[in-house]
């Protein structure tokens, strides 16, 4: 026990690396029984416990019950190093950088932390602050770009760097280099979001998610050196991706890109889609991906990350663009398009002509006094609403015209505030209301004139009597009716949906021809014939791709010529007019 007491605490390094040595020589493993002969000549419950003293380093490791026996892990010289950075926002042009954290990761463990507040030399948003918790005086005080870079350089020295999402960090971290002179990081780099992705099966997966997917505790997010010191255990967990500089390859890709109108795929390494986009000028749109953080400003976060490769087709018009986008989504599904909004299912709304006093009601199918479609369920509940507040039809589910053997319910509100016509009171015509249902269908159809002047003759009747509230409240469905043709409505409901568009206009070259919303055909003009017309397909995807011409229509008139059909044309009247009006 004298030796044991007697031992020199200064002598520890030496004998820590003799153990190194020994296990090293044993090829990384030995018991305890033959390190305590190796490091002290004998064995014993005193020598164990000094054994336990010398090896409380992170080199050295205990191996699991029921071995009783150590592991030397030794760190490559340059190590593992986690980052995590805090900006103004994302662009690294505009933006600031305002904390920079990293994690040595040491053994196995998260080690070492470096942390540092960054002056942004501009007031430090309040959300940034109280998301940092911190004072915006000391974020004043804190070291300058330069220092602050200068500091990391020196921690990270030639260690690989591993973060969420390495690629955006890295450039950010790099731009800010450029603006200050000093020498870019080109460090090995890993990224954690595939594997975070392959995890949660999300293709935006956050830290903080992840971590609770791997039971890891989270505290205090975004402040100090936490964000690094968690990005640090999730590298030890998972399996993070070797980072490759996929910019430079997709660089070469949109070198050969034409600056025209096309489709474009960006695509994991398996070759699954993850985003399909298109774009009037392929090049530009492409580009913009490479040289500003696009794929966070569009909630894109992740996608270049996975991007390995990028296929392009370039199309004749913006609108066969459209067309291949939708076609494309429909088939693949790419997790990054989350809206799908061609691929919606459009919705119609309905006054039924079998009823006495109908009510304007959603349905998933065209069909006789049906209009639209819509973009969604959403916007046809929205175009509903405007409608029947302006005619004051019936909301009411009660069904109205048939006998009944019970006394009636009383009217609702409604009535009272001379927002409804009060089909249900008994007292109202039938020719009175169905003529409030014509003019509401005609709206619907696409004729707002006469609406228009019946709402600017009860606005004046309002006024006149002194009615304010009421006065103003018809004054916003006013408004409302005359801008209600806006971007969100795909298909505007017009009836009959018979148009052909010709593109280029002055010289057409390509005709897509919609018949009764449907887009029939699509394709070079000197192809089109009756028979081609007549056999082309009608079901939801003729339904679908009509929805993306009409929505077209709306936003680039002035580009194409237009050339109203009549709705009971036959195939070879409408070849007939189209020919015309290209001559």
Same mark, same amino acid.
């Given at each position: 026990?004298s030796?044991? $007491?007697?031992?020199?605490?200064?002598?520890? &390094?030496?004998?820590?690396? /003799?153990?190194?040595?020994?296990?090293r020589?044993?090829?990384?493993?030995?018991s305890?029984?033959a390190?305590?002969?190796?490091?002290?000549g004998?064995?014993?419950?005193?020598?164990?416990?000094?054994?336990?003293?010398?090896?409380?380093?992170?080199?050295f490791?205990?191996?699991?019950?029921?071995h009783?026996?150590? /592991?030397?892990v030794?760190?490559?010289?340059?190590?593992?190093?986690?980052?995590?950075?805090?900006?103004?926002? %994302?662009? !690294?042009?505009?933006?600031?950088?305002?904390q920079?954290?990293?994690?040595?990761?040491?053994?196995? /463990?998260?080690?070492p932390v470096f942390h540092?507040?960054?002056?942004?030399?501009?007031?430090?948003?309040g959300?940034?602050?109280?998301r940092?918790?911190?004072?915006?005086?000391?974020?004043?005080?804190?070291?300058?770009?330069?220092?602050?870079?200068?500091?990391?350089?020196?921690?990270? %020295?030639?260690?690989?760097?591993?973060?969420?999402d390495?690629?955006?960090?890295?450039?950010f971290?790099?731009v800010?280099?450029?603006?200050v002179?000093?020498?870019v990081?080109?460090? /090995?780099?890993?990224?954690?979001?595939?594997?975070?992705?392959?995890?949660?099966?999300?293709?935006?997966?956050?830290?903080?998610? @992840? +971590?609770?997917?791997?039971?890891?505790?989270?505290?205090?997010?975004?402040?100090?050196g $936490?964000?690094?010191?968690?990005?640090?255990e999730?590298?030890?967990?998972?399996?993070?991706?070797?980072?490759?500089?996929?910019? #430079?390859?997709?660089?070469?890709?949109?070198?050969?890109?034409?600056? +025209?109108?096309?489709?474009?795929v960006f695509?994991?390494?398996e070759?699954?889609?993850?985003? @399909?986009?298109?774009?009037?000028?392929?090049?530009?749109?492409?580009l913009s991906?490479l040289?500003?953080?696009?794929?966070?400003?569009? #909630?894109?976060?992740?996608?270049?990350?996975?991007?390995?490769?990028?296929?392009?087709?370039a199309?004749?018009?913006?609108?066969a $663009?459209?067309?291949l986008?939708?076609?494309?989504? +429909?088939a693949?599904q790419?997790?990054?398009?989350?809206?799908?909004?061609?691929?919606?299912?459009?919705?119609?709304?309905?006054?039924?002509?079998a009823?006495?006093?109908?009510?304007l009601?959603?349905?998933?199918e065209?069909? !006789?006094g049906?209009?639209?479609?819509?973009?969604?369920?959403?916007l046809?509940a929205?175009?509903a609403?405007?409608?029947?507040?302006i005619?004051?039809?019936?909301r009411?589910?009660?069904?109205?015209?048939?006998?009944?053997?019970?006394?009636?319910?009383?009217?609702?509100?409604?009535l009272?505030?001379?927002?409804?016509?009060?089909?249900?009171?008994?007292?109202?015509p039938v020719?009175?209301?169905?003529?409030?249902?014509?003019?509401?269908?005609?709206?619907?159809?696409?004729?707002?004139?006469?609406?228009?002047?019946?709402?600017?003759?009860?606005?004046?009747a309002a006024?006149a009597?002194?009615?304010?509230t009421?006065?103003?409240?018809?004054?916003?469905?006013?408004?409302?009716?005359?801008?209600?043709?806006s &971007?969100d409505?795909i298909?505007?409901?017009?009836?009959?949906?018979?148009?052909a568009?010709?593109?280029?206009?002055?010289?057409?070259?390509?005709?897509?021809?919609?018949?009764?919303?449907l887009?029939?055909?699509?394709?070079?003009?000197?192809?089109?014939?009756?028979?081609?017309?007549a056999?082309?397909?009608?079901?939801?995807?003729?339904?679908?791709?009509?929805i993306?011409?009409?929505?077209w229509?709306?936003?680039?008139?002035?580009?194409a010529?237009?050339?109203?059909?009549?709705?009971d044309?036959?195939?070879?009247?409408?070849v007939r007019?189209?020919?015309?009006?290209?001559?």
């Amino acid at each position: 026990m004298s030796s044991a $007491a007697s031992y020199n605490l200064a002598a520890m &390094d030496a004998i820590r690396e /003799r153990a190194a040595a020994l296990l090293r020589a044993a090829g990384g493993m030995l018991s305890s029984e033959a390190l305590m002969r190796g490091l002290f000549g004998g064995t014993g419950p005193a020598w164990a416990a000094l054994l336990e003293r010398t090896l409380a380093d992170p080199r050295f490791v205990r191996l699991p019950v029921p071995h009783d026996g150590w /592991r030397l892990v030794e760190e490559p010289a340059d190590g593992l190093v986690a980052l995590a950075i805090e900006t103004t926002g %994302q662009d !690294p042009v505009r933006a600031a950088l305002v904390q920079i954290a990293a994690c040595r990761v040491v053994a196995g /463990r998260p080690g070492p932390v470096f942390h540092t507040l960054v002056n942004p030399e501009r007031p430090l948003p309040g959300w940034l602050a109280g998301r940092l918790g911190v004072d915006p005086a000391l974020v004043e005080d804190a070291p300058s770009l330069a220092e602050a870079l200068a500091q990391l350089a020196e921690f990270l %020295q030639a260690a690989t760097i591993v973060a969420f999402d390495v690629r955006w960090a890295l450039r950010f971290l790099n731009v800010q280099c450029q603006k200050v002179g000093r020498p870019v990081f080109a460090n /090995r780099a890993l990224d954690l979001i595939p594997a975070a992705a392959r995890l949660t099966g999300s293709a935006k997966p956050a830290l903080g998610v @992840v +971590a609770a997917k791997l039971g890891i505790p989270v505290v205090r997010r975004h402040r100090g050196g $936490a964000d690094a010191r968690l990005i640090a255990e999730l590298a030890v967990r998972l399996e993070p991706s070797e980072f490759h500089p996929v910019v #430079d390859r997709l660089a070469e890709v949109v070198a050969v890109m034409p600056d +025209a109108p096309g489709v474009y795929v960006f695509r994991s390494a398996e070759g699954e889609p993850l985003y @399909v986009g298109k774009a009037k000028r392929l090049r530009r749109r492409v580009l913009s991906y490479l040289t500003r953080p696009a794929d966070r400003e569009r #909630d894109l976060g992740g996608l270049r990350a996975l991007t390995a490769t990028l296929d392009w087709q370039a199309t004749p018009d913006d609108l066969a $663009a459209a067309l291949l986008e939708m076609d494309l989504i +429909a088939a693949h599904q790419p997790r990054f398009n989350t809206q799908r909004r061609a691929h919606r299912a459009p919705a119609f709304l309905e006054l039924s002509p079998a009823e006495p006093f109908p009510r304007l009601r959603r349905v998933d199918e065209p069909g !006789p006094g049906r209009f639209g479609p819509f973009a969604s369920g959403a916007l046809a509940a929205r175009e509903a609403r405007l409608v029947t507040d302006i005619f004051r039809l019936r909301r009411c589910a009660r069904k109205l015209g048939v006998p009944r053997k019970t006394k009636p319910r009383p009217p609702c509100p409604l009535l009272a505030r001379g927002r409804c016509l009060g089909p249900c009171t008994g007292t109202l015509p039938v020719a009175d209301y169905r003529r409030a249902v014509a003019a509401a269908a005609a709206v619907l159809a696409g004729d707002r004139q006469a609406a228009l002047r019946e709402l600017q003759a009860r606005v004046h009747a309002a006024a006149a009597r002194g009615d304010r509230t009421e006065s103003d409240r018809l004054r916003g469905l006013l408004r409302a009716l005359v801008t209600r043709w806006s &971007d969100d409505v795909i298909a505007p409901p017009f009836d009959p949906a018979n148009v052909a568009i010709l593109l280029p206009a002055g010289a057409p070259a390509r005709a897509y021809v919609v018949i009764t919303g449907l887009l029939r055909w699509s394709g070079p003009l000197d192809e089109l014939s009756a028979e081609a017309l007549a056999a082309a397909p009608t079901g939801e995807s003729a339904l679908r791709r009509g929805i993306v011409a009409r929505r077209w229509l709306t936003m680039n008139r002035r580009n194409a010529t237009i050339v109203p059909l009549p709705g009971d044309a036959s195939a070879e009247e409408v070849v007939r007019r189209i020919v015309e009006a290209s001559a």
